[in-house]
């Protein structure tokens, strides 16, 4: 900063000083545009309320040294003016000041969140690093079932950090202008989407609905894995949609294809042009996102088909949840009106695996809901035929004997002798 | 005969618009061009998209027509339209006219017969101001009308 200073400084001097010497008009021209790039750069990098000031100062100081050649320059830096120039400087004194002003009355916030951003971006590369360790080692495949869920699991859990991290990182740059989108500033717009393209936010974004999605064709699910995956699909995609038209917007406007901001630089307004497709990394999300449910859908809709079809219970095949409803309930029509024993498909199918395995997954609303399960649920309790268990037989018979042990006291009570009037013994006559 | 006065009249109009001169061209720039003299010999100045080959220049000033190869030269246009050029070492201001295509040495100023050291032209209408150092030399087309060599 104090070389820069100086080398400002030194640029005046050099321009106006030499009285013992005859001035150059070439040589104010160029000094003139040299001093004016340096500031602008100056200007434009500046981040302190008093380093910006010191900057104003030396704008005044070459307005007034310059002012005398004022008429010279403006044909020599013809089609742009001295006062242009000096003019354009002071658009960028003030653009500057507003934003070191916000950065500063932020400061401390910001400088928190700076650091978190930082943190979590140094997490995600590493949760990466650790995610392509364990996909390695699923690939090779030569472990045991239980290290291999082991895998797997631990595999889930990467993936479940990075969807946390990946979203906590897009709250933290968006907080510090947590208000109504449209109450923020070009300024503040540009500051988000600067931060947004330095912590890469929408290739991390896409990275990981890929990484989720890859997931998905690499492992072999348990039923109960399935509650937790498509939660996570479920949340990814709610945020992702919640979030989208904010991160493209955002980094839309600090990008070639915004309009606004090359206006404000003295350019000509218009309508941005779209970026190119290959340019856009919310639409590969959105691509990828449709790749992960999918592939979810099918995968989960398949291994729940295999339970039916792995105990002998033909039911139509199905691919989603109405499909799934539509099947069961028509082979519950086909046993009740067939008549035929349903105790497979009751107890060991819905009962053992469905209720047991799938619960969880199935009341899930990308799936079949809660709702529906139960109403599928009652309709195949239903088909239960009702038999008397052991149980309910135990219960009665203790009961009975209960009842029988009461009546026998009771009775026993009833017949207890009656007590002789008077004990008298034989009646001795004499 | 109305017919072929008028035919006379139009004739003679378009003669006159071929042959007509516009007066009071001011043709000065307002500031020198600092030009590099590249190893074709040419120079090209983008402002004023003039471009043109100094070794003539060369081969009057240092006897060698490639001895300006990477030097600086620098070209200033009086209010006449005459090209003053110079560039340091050189002994003379060399004053050259435009022709179609051509640029004709008119005169050759003497103005430092040890060298010039570090000459810049201005523009002072309506003369050119050769300074070098301390040294202040007004110049027409044709010879030094204020300082000293």
């Given at each position: 900063?104090?070389?820069?200073?100086l080398?400002v400084?030194l640029?005046?001097v050099?321009?106006?000083?030499?009285?013992?010497?005859?001035?150059?008009?070439?040589?104010?021209?160029?000094?003139?545009?040299?001093?004016?790039?340096?500031?602008?750069?100056?200007?434009?990098?500046?981040?302190?309320?008093?380093?910006?000031?010191?900057?104003?100062?030396?704008?005044?100081?070459?307005?007034?040294e310059?002012?005398?050649?004022?008429?010279?320059?403006?044909?020599?830096?013809?089609?742009?003016?001295?006062?242009?120039?000096?003019?354009?400087?002071?658009?960028?004194?003030?653009?500057?000041?507003?934003?070191?002003?916000?950065?500063?009355?932020?400061?401390?916030r910001?400088?928190?969140?700076?650091?978190?951003?930082?943190?979590?971006?140094?997490?995600?590369?590493?949760?990466?690093?650790?995610?392509?360790?364990l996909?390695?080692?699923?690939?090779?495949?030569?472990?045991?079932n239980?290290?291999?869920?082991?895998?797997v699991?631990?595999?889930?859990?990467?993936?479940?950090?990075?969807?946390?991290?990946?979203?906590?990182?897009?709250?933290?740059?968006?907080?510090?202008?947590?208000?109504?989108?449209?109450?923020?500033?070009?300024?503040?717009?540009?500051?988000?989407?600067?931060?947004?393209?330095?912590?890469?936010?929408?290739?991390?974004?896409?990275?990981?609905?890929?990484?989720?999605?890859?997931?998905l064709?690499?492992?072999?699910?348990?039923?109960?894995?399935?509650?937790t995956?498509?939660?996570?699909?479920?949340?990814?995609?709610?945020?992702?949609?919640?979030l989208?038209?904010?991160?493209?917007?955002?980094?839309?406007?600090?990008?070639?294809?915004?309009?606004?901001?090359?206006?404000?630089?003295?350019?000509?307004?218009?309508?941005?042009?779209?970026?190119?497709?290959?340019?856009?990394?919310?639409?590969?999300?959105?691509?990828?996102?449709?790749?992960?449910?999918?592939?979810?859908?099918?995968?989960?809709?398949?291994?729940?088909g295999?339970?039916?079809s792995?105990r002998?219970?033909?039911?139509?095949?199905?691919?989603?949840?109405?499909?799934?409803?539509?099947?069961?309930?028509?082979y519950?029509?086909?046993?009740?009106?067939?008549?035929?024993?349903?105790?497979?498909?009751v107890?060991?199918?819905?009962?053992?695996?469905?209720?047991?395995?799938?619960?969880?997954?199935?009341?899930?609303p990308?799936?079949l809901?809660?709702?529906?399960?139960?109403?599928?649920?009652?309709?195949?309790?239903q088909?239960?035929?009702?038999?008397?268990?052991?149980?309910?037989?135990?219960?009665?018979?203790?009961?009975?004997?209960?009842?029988?042990i009461?009546?026998?006291?009771?009775?026993?009570?009833?017949?207890a002798p009656?007590l002789?009037?008077?004990?008298?013994?034989?009646?001795?006559?004499? | 005969?109305?017919?072929?006065?008028?035919?006379?009249?139009?004739?003679?109009?378009?003669?006159?618009?071929?042959?007509?001169?516009?007066?009071?061209?001011?043709?000065?720039?307002?500031?020198?061009?600092?030009?590099?003299?590249?190893?074709?010999?040419?120079?090209?100045?983008?402002?004023?998209?003039?471009v043109?080959?100094?070794?003539?220049?060369?081969?009057?000033?240092?006897?060698?027509?490639?001895?300006?190869?990477?030097?600086?030269?620098?070209?200033?246009r009086?209010?006449?339209?005459?090209?003053?050029?110079?560039?340091?070492?050189?002994?003379?201001?060399?004053?050259?006219a435009?022709?179609?295509?051509?640029?004709?040495?008119?005169?050759?100023?003497?103005?430092?017969?040890?060298?010039?050291?570090?000459?810049?032209?201005?523009?002072?209408?309506?003369?050119?101001?050769?300074?070098?150092?301390?040294?202040?030399?007004?110049?027409t087309?044709?010879d030094?009308?204020?300082?000293?060599?």
């Open positions: 900063m104090k070389a820069r200073t080398a400084l640029a005046l050099v321009a106006v000083a030499p009285a013992w010497a005859q001035q150059s008009d070439y040589q104010i021209k160029t000094t003139f545009e040299e001093t004016y790039k340096t500031l602008f750069a100056a200007l434009e990098n500046a981040t302190s309320i008093a380093v910006i000031d010191s900057l104003k100062a030396e704008v005044d100081t070459l307005e007034a310059y002012a005398p050649h004022a008429e010279f320059l403006d044909k020599a830096i013809f089609p742009e003016s001295f006062m242009e120039r000096i003019l354009s400087l002071r658009t960028m004194h003030s653009i500057t000041y507003d934003r070191a002003y916000l950065i500063q009355t932020q400061g401390v910001i400088e928190e969140l700076e650091t978190k951003i930082l943190f979590l971006t140094s997490k995600l590369d590493t949760l990466t690093a650790q995610r392509n360790r996909m390695t080692d699923l690939a090779e495949a030569k472990k045991s239980t290290q291999l869920r082991d895998l699991r631990r595999l889930e859990a990467n993936l479940a950090a990075k969807d946390r991290l990946i979203f906590a990182l897009v709250d933290s740059i968006f907080l510090p202008y947590a208000r109504d989108s449209a109450a923020v500033t070009d300024l503040q717009k540009e500051a988000i989407s600067r931060k947004l393209e330095k912590a890469n936010v929408l290739v991390r974004i896409e990275e990981v609905a890929g990484e989720n999605a890859r997931f064709s690499v492992t072999q699910l348990q039923p109960k894995d399935y509650a995956v498509v939660e996570r699909y479920q949340q990814f995609n709610g945020r992702w949609k919640g989208r038209d904010k991160l493209v917007a955002s980094v839309l406007a600090g990008s070639k294809y915004s309009a606004a901001p090359a206006a404000a630089k003295g350019g000509k307004a218009g309508a941005a042009p779209l970026p190119p497709a290959g340019e856009q990394p919310a639409a590969r999300v959105d691509s990828l996102l449709t790749v992960w449910g999918t592939r979810l859908q099918s995968m989960f809709w398949q291994a729940v295999k339970e039916f792995d002998g219970i033909a039911v139509d095949p199905f691919n989603d949840g109405p499909g799934f409803s539509a099947s069961v309930r028509k519950i029509a086909s046993v009740k009106a067939s008549g035929q024993n349903s105790s497979v498909f107890n060991d199918v819905w009962k053992a695996r469905i209720d047991k395995e799938w619960r969880d997954a199935l009341v899930k990308a799936m809901g809660q709702a529906e399960y139960a109403a599928l649920d009652r309709e195949v309790s088909l239960q035929t009702p038999t008397l268990s052991t149980q309910y037989i135990v219960y009665g018979l203790i009961v009975v004997l209960l009842v029988v009461a009546w026998w006291l009771f009775a026993r009570r009833q017949k009656e002789p009037e008077s004990k008298a013994g034989p009646t001795q006559k004499n | 005969m109305r017919l072929a006065l008028a035919a006379l009249a139009l004739a003679s109009s378009l003669l006159v618009g071929c042959g007509a001169t516009i007066d009071g061209v001011r043709y000065a720039w307002p500031v020198e061009s600092v030009l590099t003299v590249g190893n074709n010999n040419l120079v090209e100045d983008g402002r004023h998209a003039l043109f080959n100094v070794g003539v220049i060369a081969e009057k000033e240092f006897a060698d027509s490639t001895s300006l190869r990477g030097k600086e030269i620098r070209l200033l009086n209010i006449e339209g005459f090209y003053f050029l110079t560039g340091k070492k050189f002994k003379n201001v060399y004053v050259l435009s022709g179609t295509g051509t640029l004709r040495v008119k005169s050759q100023i003497e103005v430092a017969p040890r060298g010039l050291e570090d000459p810049a032209l201005n523009q002072r209408l309506p003369y050119v101001e050769l300074i070098d150092g301390k040294a202040v030399i007004k110049l087309e044709d030094i009308v204020e300082g000293k060599k």
